[in-house]
T-cell receptor, first 112, second 112 residues
Framework: NAGVTQTPKFRILKIGQSMTLQCTQD?????MYWYRQDPGMGLKLIYY???????DKGEVPNGYNVSRSTTEDFPLRLELAAPSQTSVYFC???????????FGPGTRLTVT | GESVGLHLPTLSVQEGDNSIINCAYS??????FIWYKQESGKGPQFIID?????DKRQGQRVTVLLNKTVKHLSLQIAATQPGDSAVYFC???????????FGTGTSLTVIP
């Protein structure tokens, strides 16, 4: 299994541009999550999904959107990039509420 | 929101010594706690977890202690090795388990 994969690894955006961060897991996990990690900080939950077709907001959802059309994929959309969205983004998945989350390698995003 | 904090931002230990990383939390309703390890440039990796009905749990070279009275969590690493050098995060969740709140992390450096 590849586990949780994320693309791209790095991206630089101009203010106002949009992009989609891709996340795929091949472990047949029901739960998927998007976090952001600012320098020297812990992770903050942006959005999560408990199954295909079901998504919900986390702690910091403003400026982001998600969709979950399949079990495997959970893309994160930034519509109007702002400098405050400069961060490292991690996608994670878990089988159920057993809580052990498997993380992807992250996407480093810079908005200038 | 939740508050999960760590007592020390950095910790240096000699190779072979035991390491203790501490974490404080504020939500009395938190019922599940996780320790993650994050190496530079990588996503967090699950180390060990503990539920609120337990005081202690052991894994391979790691032990997590939970003191619900003072809302304190610790991670003990036995015979610390250079490969243990990383940032360690504690995280806690509410009863639903859908959202985790992460502390800022403790950077552990193992001196050969």
């Amino acid at each position: 299994n590849a586990g949780v994969t994320q693309t791209p690894k790095f991206r630089i955006l101009k203010i106002g541009q949009s992009m989609t961060l891709q996340c795929t897991q091949d472990m047949n996990h029901n739960y998927m999550y998007w976090y952001r990690q600012d320098p020297g900080m812990g992770l903050k939950l942006i959005y999560y999904s408990v199954g295909a077709g079901i998504t919900d907001k986390g702690e910091v959802p403003n400026g982001y959107n998600v969709s979950r059309s399949t079990t495997e994929d959970f893309p994160l959309r930034l519509e109007l990039a702002a400098p405050s969205q400069t961060s490292v983004y991690f996608c994670a998945s878990s089988f159920e509420l057993s809580y052990e989350q498997y993380f992807g390698p992250g996407t480093r995003l810079t908005v200038t | 929101g939740e508050s999960v904090g760590l007592h020390l931002p950095t910790l240096s230990v000699q190779e072979g010594d035991n390491s203790i990383i501490n974490c404080a939390y504020s939500n009395s309703a938190s019922d599940y706690f996780i320790w993650y390890k994050q190496e530079s440039g990588k996503g967090p990796q699950f180390i060990i977890d503990i539920r609120s009905n337990m005081d202690k749990r052991q894994g391979q070279r790691v032990t997590v202690l939970l003191n619900k009275t003072v809302k304190h969590l610790s991670l003990q690493i036995a015979a610390t090795q250079p490969g243990d050098s990383a940032v360690y995060f504690c995280a806690e969740s509410s009863n639903t388990g859908n959202q985790f709140y992460f502390g800022t992390g403790t950077s552990l450096t193992v001196i050969p």
